[in-house]
């Protein structure tokens, strides 16, 4: 079953797609937590490796109800194709700001990737039963979960180690990281690209311009059921666990044990 959905086209560029897309955002957001608190040395350096955090999870609680809107009001696969080309100038802003160590740049183009992500995410998953059977929906949801896990660990290993100094000089060159950054937006355009497009699930439905509207909208229906309700409070107290623990543990190997961005890269 694995073999045969990675070998079609219903499945694989959607598994392309985000693999890459997680895949760039954790690294973006390592590679910023360790050029705060370590190239740059700024006394604010503890709260904004918490803000990096914040400022890339708070667009999937403002915005993933409009994702979720968005990918049955229109076809999924051409929604993928409008978030994968708008990522492609925030990389480049996001090079940019590697390139120069710009603060602002960086927390701007951090921003922009959450809210693509969190548009992107409803598509990820609700595209699958469009282009696939009931019997190969376990399967791929292994592969598209399994994948993410892997895209977070390396993107957020390639951001730490991006960012080592070596002999007084990081690792790579800020030309080398804005290469990565954008090379990776091209790979999930490209492979959006590629995703067959079937028609939208529901054209009638409407888009809420308010995001709030959205959100508390998607909240109250799952509160009407309760085991997706249960679901939903088991599920993200899971990921609030790990955003807290990605978040506080990079200060805490500077500030309290005095490593290196060897040691905070090994931690995460």
């Known amino acids: 079953m694995f073999a045969q959905l990675m070998t079609s086209r219903r499945f694989w560029p959607i598994f392309v797609c985000q693999f890459f897309s997680a895949l760039n955002d954790n690294f ?5 937590s360790l050029l705060v ?31 979720g809107e968005l990918a049955d009001r229109f076809d999924k696969a051409r929604v993928a194709r409008w978030i994968k080309t708008a990522e492609v100038p925030i990389a480049i802003l996001a090079a940019v700001g590697f390139y120069l160590s710009s603060i602002p740049m960086l927390f701007a183009s951090l921003f922009g990737f959450g809210v693509m992500a969190a548009l992107f995410g409803p598509i990820k998953y609700g595209i699958l039963p469009e282009k696939l059977s009931t019997a190969e929906l376990p399967a791929a949801n292994a592969l598209v979960e399994g994948a993410t896990f892997l895209a977070i660990l390396l993107g957020t290993i390639a951001g730490g180690l991006a960012m080592t100094t070596v002999s007084g000089a990081v690792m790579l060159a800020p030309w ?38 959205s959100t508390a909208l998607l909240l109250g229906e799952l509160k009407a059921d309760r085991r997706l309700w249960n679901a939903g409070w088991i599920t993200g107290w899971f990921w609030l666990a790990g955003v807290v623990a990605l978040a506080m543990l990079p200060t805490l190997v500077r500030h309290a044990i005095n490593g290196t961005e060897a040691v905070t890269t090994a931690g995460l």
Not at 28 to 32: D, E, G, N, V, Y
Not at 42 to 65: D, H, M
Not at 201 to 209: D, F, G, N
Request: cysteine-free.
């Open 28 to 32: 973006i957001k390592t590679a910023l």
């Open 37 to 67: 608190l370590y190239q740059l040395g700024t006394e604010q350096g503890p709260v904004l490796v918490t803000l990096a955090g914040a400022t890339l999870i708070v667009p999937f609680f403002l915005f993933s109800g409009v994702g």
């Open 176 to 213: 080398m990281i804005a290469a990565l950054i954008a090379g990776f937006a091209l790979l999930g355009l490209a492979s959006a690209a590629l995703v067959p497009v079937t028609g939208p699930a529901e054209p009638t439905l409407k888009v809420h311009r308010n995001p709030l509207s």
